[in-house]
T-cell receptor
Framework: KAGVTQTPRYLIKTRGQQVTLSCSPISGHRSVSWYQQTPGQGLQFLFEYFSETQRNKGNFPGRFSGRQFSNSRSEMNVSTLELGDSALYLC???FGIGYGYTFGSGTRLTVV | SQKIEQNSEALNIQEGKTATLTCNYTNYSPAYLQWYRQDPGRGPVFLLLIRENEKEKRKERLKVTFDTTLKQSLFHITASQPADSATYLCAIPTSGTYKYIFGTGTRLKVLA
């Protein structure tokens, strides 16, 4: 079966711009989570969606937002980009609690 | 707040030996703990999940133990191969949520 698909794979943006990242989960997985990965902080939880509802949110500023569509596809948006937002953004889907994540390959965002 | 500690130093071992990686957590014991493998520039790959009532779990050359008294999980790779070289991450759910905390990972290098 197809894995988790994230687009785009690479992105270069300028400070102050906004960006939208997309994630298509594995078919049948209704839980979609987003993580930010940086060398210094490791994997940091952004948010988790289930059936179009945000169930959990991490400790990120309001510039980071997301949503999930009825087909379980998810998007995350970062507004007013800062240099510190440069990171690998990972989307992961899961069948449910107590099951492992399947991660996508990530979107490498560079803010200049 | 819950924290995970993994040995941040790289672990170098000879091919054929058993690699043992450690994951320590603070505060409450989670209902389960997961291990992932991550290769450079890629998303983590789920390896094993062990529940609090399971002392040990095996999958091919992989073995995970979970000691809730010591608040520790050990991850073993037996008969290690150069292809096992990667960063290994452990993850636990935060209490009562669908939000996961990841360790910063231990980089394993298997020398031929």
């Amino acid at each position: 079966k197809a894995g988790v698909t994230q687009t785009p794979r690479y992105l270069i943006k300028t400070r102050g711009q906004q960006v939208t990242l997309s994630c298509s989960p594995i078919s049948g997985h209704r839980s979609v989570s987003w993580y930010q990965q940086t060398p210094g902080q490791g994997l940091q939880f952004l948010f988790e969606y289930f059936s179009e509802t945000q169930r959990n949110k991490g400790n990120f500023p309001g510039r980071f937002s997301g949503r999930q569509f009825s087909n379980s596809r998810s998007e995350m948006n970062v507004s007013t980009l800062e240099l510190g937002d440069s990171a690998l953004y990972l989307c992961a889907s899961s069948f449910g609690i107590g099951y492992g994540y399947t991660f996508g390959s990530g979107t490498r965002l560079t803010v200049v | 707040s819950q924290k995970i500690e993994q040995n941040s130093e790289a672990l170098n071992i000879q091919e054929g030996k058993t690699a043992t990686l450690t994951c320590n957590y603070t505060n409450y014991s989670p209902a389960y703990l997961q291990w992932y493998r991550q290769d450079p520039g890629r998303g983590p790959v789920f390896l094993l999940l062990i529940r609090e009532n399971e002392k040990e779990k095996r999958k091919e050359r992989l073995k995970v133990t979970f000691d809730t008294t010591l608040k520790q999980s050990l991850f073993h790779i037996t008969a290690s191969q150069p292809a096992d070289s990667a960063t290994y991450l452990c993850a636990i759910p935060t209490s009562g949520t669908y939000k996961y905390i990841f360790g910063t990972g231990t980089r394993l290098k298997v020398l031929a």
